[in-house]
């Protein structure tokens, strides 16, 4: 099964898995794919989680992967 989101629906885990999913493409809102990854974790845990590519919270988000720091931007994303 396959599964399409937004960002915001991602990060406020607005999904549901039915399984852990192995094949992932993360793209920006220009259809441009910036990461593809491969996880036997829950995605969102790999992404948010302990040791993530992305910390921070819904207000103030620090990219820690290269791919975190092009999502979040070159310091933070604020979505107030």
Do not use: C
Request: hydrophobic content about 35%.
């Amino acid at each position: 099964m396959m599964i399409e989101i937004n960002f915001k629906d991602f990060y406020e885990y607005r999904y549901r898995e039915d399984g852990f999913y192995e094949l992932y493409v993360i793209k920006n809102a220009f259809e441009e794919i910036l990461y593809v990854g491969i996880s036997n974790q829950n995605i969102w845990n790999r992404w948010f989680g302990w040791n993530g590519h992305i910390t921070g919270d819904a207000n103030y988000m620090i990219g820690e992967s290269t791919v975190g720091k092009k999502i979040v931007g070159p310091k933070y994303l604020r979505k107030n």
